[in-house]
């Protein structure tokens, strides 16, 4: 067999990992239930509490990171949880660990950025729409969504060598994720807010930007220490 | 494989000097007198225009032993000397005080300066606060004057007498310590690590693990020395400051490590991962706690508008016993590390002879 470049072998990894994804729609559709119906809990304690119209901005947007993070949790393990012993042997041999590397992260972060997504319409329609700056509201979510991606893609990998469960990615991750959560839902609630804010978001993005870039390079350091056998 | 026990482990010196130094701290710590203070001065409000005695409360000061005690009282830039003194005893002292102040005179409160040759000056700012009447010029009231006092300074060894603070400034050479001990023992575990993972020599694995423990003993004895401290001093045990939530959050990374290193039954397999897993924790925490406390404000000196630490809150005495405090903790600490790694390295040969 002749040696394909990188980015095929990452291609074909990712492939790989849409299929099985849509081959078992229920898991798809479960994970998409679950964000759904947590927002739907929120959206009925907040109505029967009387408080749906007093929502704050940085309560709207703590609340709506609260509900991609454990929509995250779960879809990131399963990718992980749902290979067998067998074929993550296969993957050893067959690929190098960057390659497996950057396909779950790539696959990971696009699924986070379209639960996230899928979460903010959720949030548009049951409760309230109220972004003032759609181009900073659309950073954060693809930044947040990449911190989100590669922290639980390499607490799963932990997890998983761990021969352990996604309670573990949960204990393990959210320690680590509470700086870039402090700045994620400064930027979601100054986007909520008005013009002034500007300034200040663009620093705090800056910085996710950078929490970001500090974890793929770490990532990349470590991971093969994790994925040997 | 080497298992052979780092030579530094070895040495005696170190844990000597170490209980050296936490025995100074502990003794000179709590032998050394606080400096003196005006505690509070009654009654706290007056009415301009009315005779009112005012009683100032010193703190280990020495009114009637001095003998030159005067007494000073500040308001809008100008100075009212006090004749007519009544020294109760060392600690209480009395005066007849009225006034008749300007009405283009911003403000209405007083800083109460006592100024003698052995407690040199202390005050209490904004300490009394008047109520404003009408000036009447047929009063004569006490006149402002030019104050001439003799030397500014305390004569005697003392810790710097603080409003808030009082006596448990001496806390410093305890809380503070522990977060000093926390970072370098943190910073040890970082390294072996590292080494760790670049060996594959599992006696750095046990000095990594084993420093954890330590670091997380450091954090909860910080935080509760702090929560006891703060309790008294900011009047809630859990202030929302930054660096006790940097303290609270490494505290749950660690305890999530250990979590780790108990799921995992294979020895190398369970150092590697959590090594992975110490490095990557280590670095993000790291930046968590550099850069959270410059974009808040805290409670804790040197941070947001607070005053430096070197600056205001350190002086030369304390000093004299806050360095050697964290140096006797920090290596206290390492020995702690030591045993311990001993022990796992005895655990582990028996381990391997089976």
């Known amino acids: 067999?002749?040696?394909?470049?990188?980015?095929?072998?990452?291609?074909?990894?990712?492939?790989?990992?849409?299929?099985?994804?849509?081959?078992?729609?229920?898991?798809?559709?479960?994970?998409?239930?679950?964000?759904?119906?947590?927002?739907?809990?929120?959206?009925?304690?907040?109505?029967?509490?009387?408080?749906?119209?007093?929502?704050?901005?940085?309560?709207?947007?703590?609340?709506?990171?609260?509900?991609?993070?454990?929509?995250?949790?779960?879809?990131?393990?399963?990718?992980?949880?749902?290979?067998?012993?067998?074929?993550?042997?296969?993957?050893?041999?067959?690929?190098?660990?960057?390659?497996?590397?950057?396909?779950?992260?790539?696959?990971?972060?696009?699924?986070?950025?379209?639960?996230?997504?899928?979460?903010?319409?959720?949030?548009?329609?049951?409760?309230?729409?109220?972004?003032?700056?759609?181009?900073?509201?659309?950073?954060?979510?693809?930044?947040?969504?990449?911190?989100?991606?590669?922290?639980?893609?390499?607490?799963?990998?932990?997890?998983?060598?761990?021969?352990?469960?996604?309670?573990?990615?949960?204990?393990?991750?959210?320690?680590?994720?509470?700086?870039?959560?402090?700045?994620?839902?400064?930027?979601?609630?100054a986007a909520l807010g008005s013009v002034e804010h500007m300034e200040l978001a663009f620093k705090n993005l800056m910085l996710i930007g950078a929490l970001d870039l500090m974890q793929i390079t770490l990532a990349v350091i470590l991971f093969p220490y994790i994925w040997r056998e | 494989m080497k298992t052979e026990i780092p030579n530094w482990l070895q040495q005696k010196w170190w844990k000597y000097t170490a209980l050296l130094l936490l025995f100074y701290v502990l003794l000179g710590g709590l032998i050394v007198p606080l400096g003196p203070g005006i505690e509070a001065v009654s009654p706290i409000s007056f009415k301009q225009n009315t005779d009112a005695t005012i009683i100032v409360h010193g703190y280990n000061t020495h009114f009637s032993t001095a003998g030159n005690t005067q007494v000073i009282l500040k308001h809008a830039k100008k100075y009212f000397c006090v004749n007519d003194l009544m020294v109760k005893d060392e600690n209480n002292l009395s005066f007849p005080f009225k006034f008749n102040p300007d009405s283009s005179d911003a403000g209405n409160t007083f800083d109460v300066i006592v100024n003698n040759n052995i407690d040199g000056t202390i005050a209490l700012r904004e300490a009394i606060t008047f109520v404003r009447g009408e000036k009447?010029?047929?009063?004569?009231?006490?006149?402002?004057?030019?104050?001439?006092?003799?030397?500014?300074?305390?004569?005697?060894?003392?810790?710097?007498?603080?409003?808030?603070?009082?006596?448990?400034?001496?806390?410093?050479?305890?809380?503070?310590?522990m977060w000093f001990s926390m970072m370098l023992v943190l910073i040890i575990s970082l390294v072996y690590s590292i080494k760790f993972l670049r060996t594959g020599n599992r006696v750095f694995d046990i000095v990594a693990s084993e420093s954890v423990i330590v670091a997380l003993l450091c954090g909860v004895l910080g935080l509760t020395t702090g929560m006891i401290w703060a309790n008294y001093t900011w009047g809630s045990p859990w202030p929302n400051d930054p660096k006790l939530n940097g303290a609270a959050v490494g505290v749950l990374i660690y305890v999530a490590y250990l979590i780790l290193r108990g799921a995992i039954a294979d020895g190398v397999k369970r150092a590697r991962i959590s090594a992975v897993y110490n490095i990557f924790a280590i670095v993000i925490y790291i930046m968590f706690i550099f850069i959270i406390p410059r974009i808040t404000d805290s409670l804790h000196p040197g941070n947001g508008g607070n005053p430096a630490f070197s600056k205001y809150d350190l002086d030369s005495h304390l000093r004299l016993f806050f360095y050697p405090a964290v140096i006797g903790w920090v290596l206290l600490f390492c020995w702690m590390v030591s045993l311990r790694v001993r022990l796992k390295i005895i655990e582990l040969k028996k381990e391997e002879n089976e």
């Open chain 1, 1 to 189: 067999m002749p040696a394909k470049s990188f980015l095929a072998q990452v291609f074909a990894l990712i492939r790989k990992d849409v299929l099985v994804e849509l081959r078992n729609k229920y898991v798809l559709g479960s994970v998409m239930l679950f964000s759904a119906s947590t927002v739907m809990i929120i959206y009925f304690s907040l109505l029967y509490n009387n408080s749906l119209n007093v929502i704050s901005a940085p309560i709207w947007s703590i609340l709506f990171w609260m509900v991609v993070l454990f929509s995250a949790v779960n879809a990131v393990s399963n990718s992980f949880f749902r290979e067998s012993e067998t074929q993550l042997m296969n993957y050893y041999f067959l690929f190098s660990p960057l390659v497996y590397l950057s396909s779950k992260i790539i696959y990971n972060v696009v699924y986070t950025l379209a639960l996230s997504l899928v979460g903010a319409l959720i949030f548009f329609i049951v409760i309230s729409n109220p972004v003032k700056l759609p181009f900073i509201f659309l950073s954060v979510m693809i930044l947040g969504s990449l911190s989100y991606a590669i922290l639980f893609t390499i607490m799963s990998a932990i997890a998983v060598k761990a021969k352990s469960n996604n309670t573990l990615v949960a204990v393990l991750g959210f320690p680590i994720l509470i700086p870039m959560m402090i700045f994620i839902t400064k930027v979601t609630s």
């Open chain 2, 136 to 177: 009447e010029d047929s009063i004569t009231a006490t006149q402002a004057c030019e104050p001439s006092v003799g030397s500014n300074l305390h004569t005697g060894f003392s810790f710097p007498y603080r409003e808030i603070l009082y006596e448990s400034i001496r806390n410093t050479f305890y809380h503070v310590p």
